[in-house]
Structure formats: C-alpha cells, structure tokens
C-alpha cells in the first residue's frame, strides 16, 4: 500500500500529466516518426531514421515546447476552466500555479538548450514557436477567427519542423497538411461552442459568442465541405497505399459528423462532435503505416 505522502505525489504527477497533456503529447511524438519514415524520407533505411540523433531531438523539444505550451495555456485559462471542466480542473489545481510557472520556463530552456544541439536556426525555430504560443496563450485565443486560425497553425509546426529538417517539399506532404489544419481549426470552432458559458465569464470575444451559434456550425459546416478537397486530391492523384481507404472513411464520417452538426443544440452534443473529429485525427495517425504496410519489414531485412 501506498503512504498518504506517496499517494499525494502520484495525485500530483497525474495532475501535471493532465495538465501537459500527456497523451496528446505522446500521439504527436508518434505522428512525427511515423510522417518522418512514411512521408519525409521515405526512401532512407529505417534503421537511418529511428536512430538520427537530431531528428529525436528535435521530437523531443518538440513535445518540451507543446509540454510547456499546454500549461502556459491551462495557467491563463484556469478560471474558465473551472465552468466549462470542472472535474478536470480539480485534479490539475493539485498542482499549484506557481509550480505550473516553474515547470513552464524550465521545460522552454530545455528545449532551447537541446535546439543547440542541432544547430542555431533550431534555436530561432523554436523560440520563436515558444513566444508563438504565449502570444496566443496571453492575447489571440480570445479574439474570434484569428485565434482559431493561429492554434490551428501551431498545431502543426511541430511537423513543420521534421519537414524542413528533410528539405522534401513534395506536393502530397502540404496536401496532408491541408487536411490536418482544416481538421484541426473546424475542430477548435466546435471546443468554443463547447465552452460558450466559460468563455462569456472570462469575456472571451468567440465566434459563437460574437456570431451566434448558427453562424459557427456554418463555419464548421465550410471547413469539413474544404477538407473533402485534400481527400480526393489524395484518394485521386496521389500513391498513399492503402492509407487512401482511411480518407474514403473520413468522407463518410465528415457526413454524419455534418448531419450530427445540424441537429446539435446542447453542450453534450458539441462533445460528442469533439470527440469525432478528435477520432479522425488519431485514427490518422496511425493510418500512416498503411501507406506500406511491408515499409518496415523491407527495411529491416535489407
């Protein structure tokens, strides 16, 4: 059995890990080696990829910056996660805010300091995507549509990062960000409809609260009609393997999450629409390793 000083430090470690996001944090980890092995460098051995030191280090001040950028984001928003989660705000208060600050800047210097090892423009890179997500933490989460629009963006440098590291510009990789933004932003307009009553306490200027919620499920309703383009092109023009059965089922999904979007009328409703898109982008991830299934096994007998 656990001593009560022994439970109160695993209460706390929970709450930190709620608080970073920990399970976000490791999916993003997985999505950029797998988009490193399947999409950016396809052509290098396995071996060359897993075991390249700057690309795990630039995964690993990656997931420090994203780990920093969750608490600096849950220290401003602590009052208003109070109304729209309570349950989960109970355990992140477990921690206190100044040990949220501390951890803060000590996770930004790691990160900083592990850039070094890459080279200098990693430092630039990663500093300037450290004061990114305070800015948008601090000022632009509360202004409608630029906020969206700048998380959505955020969201994606971290693949931004392994991209530039392989210099592979190809058309089919900014054609898989497409999707991934449209994804990522119709879904942070459904988490504003989802957290109406914490955002006007905290006089946060959203779009459902500026426009209306009919207004936003349009919005919503725009994004998914826009990322029916990236999949086709996909499906259509470009070699995915057999990942082009995933953006056939996204299609179906995209339908029904729009016909469920139609009728949702209450919290509840825009959870569950969350909770869709959320599928969509971690079945995504792993739908990767159908781009070649025999990649992997090639690679490691030869």
Known sequence: MLSRKNKLLLLKFLSLFSVIRGYNI??????????????LAPDLPLKEVVLDINLFVLV?????????GYIINNFYDAEKDLINKPRKSMLDRLVSQRTKLTTYFVLNFLSV???????????????????????YSHKLKKVAF?????FATLAIVPFFAVFVYYKNF????????????????????VKDLENIAGDLAQNYKTIPILHGV???KACITILMVLT??????????????????????CIFFQIGFLVLLSKATTKKHFVWLHAILKLIIITGVFSILLIDIDLVLNRIIH
């Open 26 to 39: 490791l999916m993003i980890v997985l999505a950029q080696y797998l988009a490193s092995i399947y999409i």
């Open 60 to 68: 690993v001040v990656s997931a420090l910056v994203i780990a920093g």
């Open 113 to 135: 300091f592990f850039a070094s090892y890459v080279s200098f423009r990693a430092v630039l890179f990663f500093s300037a995507y450290i004061f990114g997500i305070w800015f």
């Open 146 to 150: 630029l906020g969206n629009f700048v």
């Open 170 to 189: 190809d058309t089919v990789i900014f054609v898989h960000a497409l999707f991934l933004f449209l994804l990522i932003l119709a879904r942070e307009i």
């Open 214 to 216: 009919a207004f936003s």
């Open 228 to 249: 029916l383009v990236p999949s086709v092109l996909l499906i259509r023009y470009f070699d995915v393997g057999y990942m082009y059965l995933y953006f056939i089922a």
